[in-house]
């Protein structure tokens, strides 16, 4: 009997089972070695001068990173963010009452920098630009227009240098990187994490300190990182070299292949219920458009609503196996050919 492939599926090496045994044993949960472990390693991919500030998830990341660039503005300031993105970036910046000022996505799913000129005006604090499916694009464009850049990276973990004002991460269960909750913001340096801390209140509280077993489990994904990635890029060209190449940005400067993108003219429900039917689960690039919150008009948005019709995300990740990989191939293969018909 076939087993369900999961669309995503969370990497904990089994090294992190001895250490929680361990850390039980000698109940160490609250106390221990292993954050400075991350530490270290946090400062060789960034360099010594950077500082992580961590978070209970991803949207409280984004909330100290915009309070932070906001501090000593109106409410009535207005973040730009893309429309095609999950649901907490809106949150991030409505919970702090802030005014969404929402765009559209290029071809490939990035912040659309000439429809973010069309709506900037005098009000506009900051840019939210967000990496999805693993891509990481060429910020020249945005940092351009002269606004603080939040970089999200909700779907990758760059371990390129920090040109934004910030850089968020998320670390939920099946992320690049997980302590199975979290997030933390990128700063340049660790004069600017005491400047941080030190605004406000409202910032404090949303500062998280993770527990040992936490922090045990991000050490054995960093420290594999790497491998990670390569198996990730080597299941990308298995799906290429079958024919299901994921469409990528001219604008991007590289892919750690969080997510395998396919753009179809099928029905996505078609799709899902046939894949379903394999026991292989596919989802959407995302759940959902920002816009249809405020029923903005769909014209506004061509690209978005495009790619939300349009695209198929397919299983990729560390711990798929060989036989999956060609089970999810030879599903696809057979899907094209009936729909062909």
Known sequence: MKRRIAHSYPYIPIKVYWDYVKLLRHREITIGHH???????????????????????????????LLHVCAGTSKQSNIVIPTYVCKEVLEAVTELGYTPNIVDVDSSGFIDVQEVKKKINGDT?????????????????????????????????????????????????????TFMRGGAVLLKNSNEELL??????EINELVFEF???????????????????SKRLKIANRYKVAGFEQFESENMLFNQHYRH??????????????FQRNKIEIRRGVDSLLHWKYSYPDTDFPNAISLFNESISLPIYPNLTLLQQYRIIRSLKKFVAEQSK
């Open 261 to 274: 993108i396919l753009r179809c003219n099928v029905e996505f429900k078609t799709a899902q219920n046939y």
């Open 125 to 177: 604090k900051a840019i939210i630009a967000c990496q999805l499916f693993g891509q990481i694009h060429n910020l020249d464009g945005i940092l351009s227009l002269k606004i603080p850049v939040i970089e999200d990276s909700c779907q990758n973990f760059d371990l390129s240098n920090l040109r934004a004002t910030y850089r968020v991460y998320s670390f939920g269960p099946t992320k690049m990187l």
């Open 196 to 201: 941080i801390r030190a605004k406000t209140n």
């Open 35 to 65: 954050n400075e472990e991350f530490n270290r390693l946090i400062y060789e991919f960034f360099g010594t001068d950077s500082s992580f500030i961590t978070t209970r998830s991803g949207k409280d990341a984004l909330k100290i990173a």
């Open 211 to 229: 527990n040992q077993f936490e922090y045990a489990l991000a050490v054995a994904q960093l420290k594999k990182i790497q491998s990670n990635l």
